[in-house]
């Protein structure tokens, strides 16, 4: 069956969150966010490719730090209104220099730092 990105459910600013999981480990890694062509772009690059709202342009990821998220699959929920990308991570995912954005947890109150920059 063939996948047409303009069936999933964007919300009213053109756009749908996308969680990057680890292959593998299944690590959750990071959140951002898609239109219709960077979903598009994704598919047939197979290099992950979100929408940047602060620059209001395309962001592949990696390509200026080097951590590049290679798409092995990507996923949609039962809404068809969230994404799953499982990828293939180079280097660490977080602009912090972690692998992983939620690198803090909220415990009784508190928030405690999970990772170290790598």
């Not at 053109?14 to 959140?31: D, N, W």
């Not at 951590?67 to 991570?89: P, S």
């Not at 803090?104 to 730092?113: C, F, L, N, R, V």
Request: glycine letters at 6%; one cysteine or more.
């Amino acid at each position: 069956m063939d996948f047409d990105p303009a069936t999933l459910a964007y919300n009213e600013a053109g756009l749908i969150p996308v969680i990057a999981q680890a292959e593998g480990s299944g690590e959750v890694l990071m959140m951002a966010w898609m239109n219709e062509q960077a979903v598009s772009r994704t598919i047939e690059s197979r290099k992950v490719t979100y929408w940047s709202r602060s620059r209001q342009s395309f962001w592949v990821k990696g390509e200026t730090s080097g951590n590049v998220q290679e798409l092995v699959e990507l996923r949609m929920d039962c809404d068809k209104d969230c994404l799953l990308a499982i990828v293939r991570q180079t280097g660490p995912a977080c602009h912090t220099n972690r692998r992983s954005c939620f690198y803090t947890s909220i415990s009784e109150g508190y928030e405690k730092i999970l990772m170290s920059p790598m």
